[in-house]
Structure formats: structure tokens, C-alpha cells
């Protein structure tokens, strides 16, 4: 899948409900883990997280943080 530019994927894991995500910006790569039934929320939450990291990179301050 790709989000602005950023190739990642989503996975399922073998326990249910629990999705395995990475992604590559640069030369860094991030991966983790998200909980859910829904397969669209999982994309949902590993395309806010690349949209984070990409403003973290272009060194823009987070919304709440």
C-alpha cells in the first residue's frame, strides 16, 4: 500500500484482532504492532503514523505534543 508516497504494508498476525505494520522513510525503517477487528482501521492508524513521522522529519512541531 502507499500513503503520500510511502510504501508500508498491514498485516495479520496470528493471534486475532492483533495487525503488524511497517513502513520506510529514508533510511529508517518503523514497524510495530496495532490491535483491531476492523482491517481498515488498522490501515487507518499506520497511515496517521507515517503522516506523524513525516512531519516529524520535516522537523514540524506534533498537534498536542
Known sequence: ???RGIEFTVAKT???G???WQF???EQVKSGKT???IDLLAIRR???RID???K???GQPEAGG
Open 52 to 54: 506523524r513521522e513525516l
Open 1 to 3: 500500500m502507499n500513503h
Open 14 to 16: 496470528a493471534i486475532p
Open 24 to 26: 520506510r522513510i529514508g
Open 18 to 20: 492483533i495487525w503488524q
Open 46 to 48: 499506520v497511515r496517521l
Open 35 to 37: 490491535e483491531t477487528k
Open 56 to 58: 516529524r522529519a520535516a
